[in-house]
DNA sequence: TTTGTAAATGGAAACCATTTTCAATAAGGA
DNA sequence: TCCTTATTGAAAATGGTTTCCATTTACAAA
């Protein structure tokens, strides 16, 4: 559950710092408008939502603070193979929990889900471990996706 | 293990002419040169193998053929986030097996690894049944990497 | 073998998400 | 309030991929 409710300053504020960034307005938007998304954002879509409420925001500006959030760990890049990088704040940021994604190749619908996670969690652990020591890879990431066709354009076909 | 050992014409020649394509010196050229890499080539990779054989290439024509390849289930087309897609022959058009990678965030490196894959193939063919059923999403394709720092990055940090 | 026709081709231009450049601006410690 | 430096936006650059279009080619039919 996410601090910040209205009260003191917003949860990300110490982090941000910490890491020496500065708090400016632009940040601020574009954090918020990633904290309100329910659904899997591109860096122009940030742009436009951002721009209602901060005109003056570029989109240079929300590249580079997209490229700060995930680095500092913040937020997830993902790309669904439309050409375009897509962004998802970071589990514990949100009600979100670990999960993983099914993308539709026809209307590029994104569903998460979180079945099997645990599974995938088991058989990913055991992995990592046994490649790590036969390659000697040390797996920081990993990205599990699922593509096919969602029940409309399925139906629609 | 591939037919057309310098005997007859090539195994993909059938398959080729039954979606109506015609075989051109261009795509010959092509096939070949996924037939003989032994790693994951990039279309500018593929154009510059072909161009020593077959000055005559335009990368144009890598790009669209490659595409044909693709939707033809004959080879893969890969995402490892360096901004340049990779393609690999499909497992069965070569020596290849069902496997999948280890991406070095570093030096870019793709290693194939065939561990675990049974285990991944049981919970991946679990996880199909179970969404497909519950988002009634039908899953053709799937995508597992492994993002981190091969042995060599990891010595030099 | 010759011919007809649609498919295939290459080069140049267009496309488009992302990055770089650079002068102007603003955050925040002193 | 002042200073330093990070941050910013606009415009230009970048680079992989796609589109355009006039020319060439594969190959089936004659
Ligand atoms: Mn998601
Ligand atoms: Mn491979
Ligand atoms: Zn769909
Ligand atoms: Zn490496």
Redesign the interface.
């Known amino acids: 559950m996410p601090r910040g409710n209205g009260l003191g300053p917003p949860w990300w504020h110490g982090r941000f710092r910490g890491c020496g960034y500065k708090i400016t307005l632009g940040r601020e938007a574009i954090l918020n408008a990633l904290i309100k998304a329910d659904q899997h954002l591109s860096a122009e879509d940030i742009y436009q939502k951002v721009h209602t409420t901060y005109p003056a925001i570029g989109l240079t500006t929300v590249y580079r603070t997209l490229e700060i959030l995930v680095n500092m760990g913040l937020v997830f890049k993902f ?1 669904f ?1 439309d050409g375009r990088a897509r962004y998802e704040l970071v589990e514990g940021s949100k009600k979100s929990h670990h999960h993983h994604h ?1 993308v ?2 026809n209307c590029k619908r994104v ?1 998460d ?1 979180t ?2 996670v645990d ?2 969690i088991g ?1 990913l652990k ?3 471990k ?2 790590s020591k ?18 409309q354009c ?1 139906n629609t076909k």
């Open positions: 790309d193979g099914l539709c190749t569903i889900y079945d099997f599974d995938e058989l055991k992995t990592e046994g490649l036969k390659y000697s890879f040390e797996i920081t990431n990993h990205v599990i996706q699922f593509y096919g066709l969602c029940g399925k």
